[in-house]
């Protein structure tokens, strides 16, 4: 079915700024048809990756392939990479059309053939109607949609994303994230979704690159991202998660003075995560090894409650509960509870 | 609710409503209506008659004088417009932020220098036996006739204009949001392509601006049609002074006055326009 040689290669790439070292030595492929997200906090060079990707940007050293063509010389033009910028960066002097139609004109496309295919995208996406419009005429929304028919309607087999939903409401953040997962399953094509979102990222992607200080942090699939970071590096940076300091001494390891079941672990000093949602919280002193906190404060947070809490040791500790979980405990600030964890919630950290 | 507008703010407004009421409506109300004046024994006389304009209007010279300083003015323009297109394009885009200010700067220093005082200067360069042509005799060429020339004019009015539509152009262009450049060569825009439609287009209004102010100053410049044009044709400018002194026609002096703000408020109203124009 698809082709198994990947999309996109990156070998040895390496991109600086004067004495800055944006990307240091990335090694990435991207699958066809694959929904990648490069993520990390500002400055990790995840943007510089994928500009270098479009062309607009030249790496330092080292090659980019893409579909076995080495792109280091192909100027941005001629190459078939389209973007859609955090700031859309819509043409405010061109109508709605004539936005999407534009790709289509540079490629020397014939005027009716571009109207025909510029139209079917704006219906596509739910524009019909809105054709002859200034861009300062339509909502964050409708501009969105814009982008990505402009980006789309030269049929590329790529699409960059630079943080696309980044100045959206949160509700539209939500749709478009649909709106996105939906379009690349239809069109069968790779995107590369640049953001410092992990809901996005997390919602959205087949395969998530972590990136930090211009290394990839972990590459792996949402789920082993968050359950199972290489690093902590990895596990700070999603966030949601308890990193937990400790000793081993025969799959048993040693935190704050309890003893909890950690098979398979080698002995020593070793720090394990354990993801929010795995933490369980009692309200009395259980039978089996717990951590003594105190409640600090609450957040909501979308499908749950996360409930923060402060260790004997000073360390920041967190627990998802639903709503009624939250009722039955009543946590008030300074009130005591104890946390533990099944011991295959609980994941060494490598290095 | 509308906000009253208090006293204090009409009064930090009044002195630019009083200047301008005084020196410039007032000025303009009275040339209009001198237009319509006598003169009698070379005095003039309050009155309304239209024979200042009816010979005027019905003369060659007048409407030649018209064309010629519409023409140069729009060459003018032209010229200054694009001789100053690479120039800000490259402080724009190419030079760093350290050389735009030093430019920019530079581009302000001519300012410094009366305008008569840099037209003496051409006068010496681009005399029959000047600098200018020695260089070009080394080369076995000429000499040119370049003084008292339309081509003598020309480089009076750059020497106007070329300074302040480089600086507008370059902030124009400097403006420019980026992406909107990068995003035109993402979707396939050459360099060119690029450049004519997408840089020009979004730095619309900059350009327009640039060109109208190089028309409006050539279209009223005295100083170089007159000391490096040699007044030959005479421009509508020199038609005034030519005029006044012949016989202290005040009045038909004002009829081509009046005629030169007229177009340029034509021109200068329908390159706004242009400029800010939203398409639908």
Redesign the interface.
């Given at each position: 079915m698809t082709n198994m040689t990947p999309l996109v290669t990156f070998k040895d790439v390496k991109k600086s700024f004067g004495a800055f070292k944006a990307v240091k030595e990335l090694n990435l492929e991207i699958g066809r048809g694959e929904f990648v997200a490069i993520m990390g906090p500002s400055g990790c060079g995840k943007t510089t990756t994928l500009r270098m990707l479009a062309g607009l940007e030249a790496p330092s050293s080292g090659t980019i392939t893409i579909d076995g063509q080495e792109m280091n010389d192909v100027p941005v033009h001629d190459r078939d990479t389209p973007l859609v910028w955090q700031s859309l960066a819509l043409f405010p002097f061109l109508n709605v059309t004539e936005n999407v139609e534009f790709g289509l004109k540079m490629r020397g496309v014939a005027p009716d053939e571009r109207r025909t295919r510029a139209l079917q995208w704006l219906d596509r996406m739910g524009l019909k109607g809105f054709e002859n419009r200034r861009i300062d005429e339509l909502s964050g929304g409708q501009r969105q949609r814009v982008a990505l028919a402009r980006s789309l309607v030269t049929e590329p087999q790529m699409l960059l994303l630079d943080e696309p939903l980044s100045a959206l409401d949160a509700h539209l953040v939500i749709r478009m994230q649909g709106v996105l997962t939906k379009l690349q399953k239809e069109l069968g094509i790779t995107f590369v979704y640049v953001t410092h979102s992990q809901s996005e990222a997390f919602a959205m992607a087949d395969r998530v690159v972590i990136m930090g200080q211009g290394e990839i942090a972990q590459i792996g699939k949402p789920q082993e991202i968050f359950r199972a970071p290489q690093n902590r590096f990895v596990a700070e940076f999603v966030g949601r998660n308890n990193i937990l300091e400790g000793v081993v001494h025969g799959d048993i390891i040693t935190i704050d003075g309890s003893d909890f079941a950690l098979p398979g672990a080698p002995d020593g000093p070793v720090e394990i995560v354990v993801a929010a949602d795995r933490m369980q919280i009692h309200a009395t002193a259980p039978t089996d090894a717990a951590i003594a906190a105190e409640f600090v404060s609450e957040e909501f947070a979308g499908t749950g409650i996360i409930c923060y809490f402060e260790g004997e040791g000073g360390e920041e500790l967190k627990a998802q509960v639903t709503e009624s979980q939250l009722a039955t405990l009543q946590p008030e600030p300074g009130k005591m509870f104890w946390l533990s964890w099944a011991p295959d919630a609980a994941h060494v950290i490598a290095g | 609710m509308a906000k009253k507008t208090s006293l204090y703010e009409y009064a930090w407004r009044l002195p630019l409503i009083l200047w301008q009421g005084l020196f410039f409506v007032g000025p303009l109300l009275l040339m209009v209506a001198m237009s319509f004046w006598l003169v009698r024994n070379y005095r003039m006389e309050p009155d309304f008659v239209f024979n200042n304009w009816d010979r005027m209007l019905s003369r060659d010279y007048f409407w030649n004088a018209y064309f010629v300083t519409f023409w140069r003015a729009t060459l003018a323009a032209i010229l200054a417009s694009v001789l100053a297109f690479p120039a800000s394009f490259a402080l724009a885009f190419r030079a760093s932020d350290t050389v735009r200010r030093w430019a920019v700067f530079f581009l302000i220093v001519p300012f410094f220098t009366s305008y008569l005082v840099r037209i003496y200067a051409w006068q010496v360069l681009l005399a029959e036996s000047g600098p200018l042509n020695a260089i070009i005799g080394f080369l076995g060429l000429g000499p040119f006739t370049m003084l008292n020339s339309g081509f003598g004019a020309m480089v009076g009015y750059m020497t106007l204009v070329l300074p302040l539509v480089v600086i507008l152009q370059t902030f124009s262009l400097a403006a420019i949001?980026k992406?909107?450049i990068?995003?035109?060569?993402?979707?396939?825009?050459?360099?060119r392509?690029?450049l004519l439609?997408?840089i020009v287009?979004?730095a619309?209004v900059g350009l327009i601006i640039g060109f109208v102010f190089a028309f409006i100053l050539s279209f009223g410049d005295f100083v170089s049609p007159f000391y490096l044009g040699g007044s030959n044709p005479p421009t509508l400018s020199i038609l005034i002074v030519d005029t006044t002194k012949s016989g202290q026609q005040w009045p038909r002096a004002a009829v081509v006055a009046v005629m030169m703000i007229a177009t340029l408020f034509v021109v200068a109203f329908a390159a706004v326009a242009a400029a800010y124009r939203?398409?639908?």
């Open positions: - | 949001d992406s909107l990068e995003a035109a060569r993402n979707l396939g825009a050459n360099p392509e690029t439609r997408v287009p979004a619309k939203k398409r639908s």
